[in-house]
């Protein structure tokens, strides 16, 4: 969510209010651990997935928090990768994308699981396409191993690493691969994780537990904002969440590649 808030709400925002503005960008789960030690000062947190805001909530940090967009998961890749023409025939239907993200040579790059929640949604989706395509081995074929250090980068820098082709394709938020003006190629709802109505008939079937012991389940591809209890400037921290609810923030959010807000608030 970094290009959205970063160049178009944040400045928007602060230039409106005569504030300044100062945007964060880490694994969700990561800053909310950091917010919630008192590591981390901020006033307004915004997160995929009801769990990092959870984190905040058990700590007594937010009251509440509500939807401002969502996603969905899809195929990323760059168009300097020597595959982008794989990656193109798929698109097309001419080739499984799953069959072009386990060739030879080919870097995939994705964050780190335990730490975020789009590491995590590249798992549980990969497991949820082995069950849907009937090919048992399909997560293990592409990511070796859950926490595979040859793939997990930070979550700032895969975008960026996508872009000037240091890594070949990314299973990635169709709102991140927009926002960086990068081809996609698209996945059915049963694996996508998008849609919220196939959260108990589909998605609930996928669970996966990392070395650490933590197991990770899908969560709604819902992005929540929240104001911190502990938020310095908390009027403004009020209205920025209100803005990212108003029509103009909202467009904002749409020409950026998210879809609209989905389900209640937390």
């Known amino acids: ?33 950091l917010l919630a030690g008192h590591q981390l000062q901020a006033d307004v947190f915004v997160t995929i997935t009801p769990g990092p805001m959870q984190v905040l909530k058990q700590a007594n940090m937010v ?45 995939l790059g994705r964050t780190d699981p335990a730490v975020d929640p789009q ?11 082995a069950d849907y395509y009937h090919r048992p081995d399909l997560l293990k074929r592409i990511t070796g191993s859950p926490q595979n250090p040859a793939q997990i980068f930070t979550e700032p820098s895969l975008m960026s690493r996508l872009e000037a082709g240091q890594i070949d394709a990314a299973v990635s938020y169709l709102s991140a691969a927009q926002s960086h003006d990068l081809p996609t190629i698209s996945l059915p709802d049963e694996i996508n994780l998008g849609d919220p109505a196939m959260q108990s008939s589909w998605y609930d079937r996928a669970s996966i537990t ?38 103009q923030g909202q467009a904002m959010f749409r020409e950026h590649g998210y879809s609209p807000p989905r389900g209640n608030g937390l």
């Open 63 to 107: 009251a509440n928090a509500v939807p401002v967009a969502s996603t969905q998961m899809v195929i990323s890749y760059s168009p300097k990768s020597r595959f982008a023409g794989d990656f193109a025939a798929a698109a097309q239907g001419r080739k499984t994308w799953y069959d072009v993200l386990s060739e030879p040579g080919l870097r």
């Open 119 to 129: 590491g995590a949604n590249v798992l549980l989706a990969l497991q949820l396409a």
């Open 1 to 33: 969510m970094g290009v959205v808030m970063d160049s178009a709400a944040g400045p928007t925002f602060a230039s409106a209010h005569h504030a300044s503005y100062q945007g964060i960008g880490q694994g969700s789960y990561a800053l909310a651990h």
């Open 210 to 247: 990392l070395d650490n012991g933590k197991t990770l389940k899908v969560q709604p591809l819902v992005f929540y904002a929240a104001v911190l209890g502990n938020a310095r400037q908390p009027q403004l921290a009020r209205d920025f969440v209100a803005f990212l609810q108003s029509p």
